[in-house]
T-cell receptor
């Protein structure tokens, strides 16, 4: 158990809709990363927050946004969903000076 | 730029056989960290090991062992006496010492046949 909690575990929604994925970090972890894992793209880094501020941005679409709240939980918002957004979305926290990341169990998003 | 290559897409072995998963990386940095993660069918990503670029000692943990060779930019993972529970996708990853982004390979799907 990584200690990183993600909700919901599974989500099915229609194209054009908006969803919010939630991540509760390990206690004391200031960094949060979001990754997308799809069949054709593999594991793609989306975005990182550190103590509430955006630290790094990867291959995140403009339709997607994220934020980290004062209590360090994070949300990933996905809007105007397309079929291709169907994927497993991971949240992760870093420890040990940021050089190891521990993943949550992921949120399976299916867009129909 | 950083890049991690796992050339083996899928591997199948019979239970109790040894298997080695290859990982080759590219980086211009002198300080970096290498990782292996396991993704079982349930989907979660499980951290297995971290190795920094200054430590080339091989590591053994039970049936798992890792061979880090800077000369060939490789960080290979060997499972000895494989078991069905080892069936999973294994990812190799790299991060620069000063970086925020983990670079993952495309993964190797290992199937252990009973």
């Amino acid at each position: 158990d990584s200690g990183v909690t993600q909700t919901p575990k599974h989500l099915i929604t229609a194209t054009g809709q908006r969803v919010t994925l939630r991540c509760s970090p390990r206690s004391g972890d200031l960094s949060v990363y979001w990754y997308q894992q799809s069949l054709d793209q593999g594991l793609q880094f989306l975005i990182q927050y550190y103590n509430g501020e955006e630290r790094a941005k990867g291959n995140i679409l403009e339709r997607f946004s994220a934020q980290q709240f004062p209590d360090l939980h994070s949300e990933l918002n996905l809007s105007s969903l397309e079929l291709g957004d169907s994927a497993l979305y991971f949240c992760a926290n870093s420890v040990e000076g940021g050089n190891t990341i521990y993943f949550g169990e992921g949120s399976w998003l299916t867009v129909v | 730029a950083q890049k991690v290559t796992q050339a083996q897409t899928e591997i199948s072995v019979v239970e109790k056989e040894d298997v080695t998963l290859d990982c080759v990386y590219e980086t211009r940095d002198t300080t970096y960290y290498l990782f292996w993660y396991k993704q079982p069918p349930s989907g979660e990503l499980v951290f297995l090991i971290r190795r920094n670029s200054f430590d080339e000692q091989n590591e053994i943990s039970g049936r798992y062992s890792w061979n880090f060779q800077k000369s060939t930019s490789s960080f290979n993972f060997t499972i000895t006496a494989s078991q069905v529970v080892d069936s999973a996708v294994y990812f190799c990853a790299l991060i620069k010492n000063t970086g925020n982004q983990f670079y993952f390979g495309t993964g190797t799907s290992l199937t252990v046949i009973p």
